[in-house]
């Protein structure tokens, strides 16, 4: 069955950077608007970056604008989330997630993800 297996995740300082990784398997993963959502405790799972199978487009929500980026290697079937000036706020479970194939949606749009990893901790201590 699909698979997508975060990685990357760990306890940081304010400022420091860290690079999530989310691995796919059994997918057809070119295919796949991928995304990274996160949850922090007592709060809703919310999106913050995503980008489209055919990675002509990038979405961030405004509190990662400048600080994250988003990218996809197909050949490895990869998405990655680079996290820069890491912020206390930023403290959550980072989530993957795949849509597809081929959606059509607005990458803003936060439903239709039909697979999803097991999450990955980062903790930003101040």
């Known amino acids: 069955q699909v698979r997508l297996v975060e990685s990357g995740g760990g306890l940081v300082q304010a400022g420091d950077s860290l690079r999530l990784s989310c691995a796919a398997s059994?997918?057809?993963?070119?295919?796949?608007?991928m995304a990274w959502f996160r949850q922090a405790p007592g709060k809703e799972r919310d999106l913050i970056a995503g980008v489209t199978w055919n990675s002509v487009s990038t979405y961030y929500t405004d509190s990662v604008k400048g600080r994250f980026t988003i990218s996809r290697d197909n050949a490895k079937n990869t998405v990655y989330l680079q996290m820069n000036s890491l912020k206390p706020d930023d403290t959550a479970v980072y989530y993957c997630a795949a849509r597809g194939p081929k959606d059509e949606y607005k990458l803003a749009y936060t439903g239709g993800y039909g697979y999803w990893g097991q999450g990955t901790q980062v903790t930003v201590s101040s």
């Open positions: 059994k997918l057809s993963f070119s295919d796949y608007t």
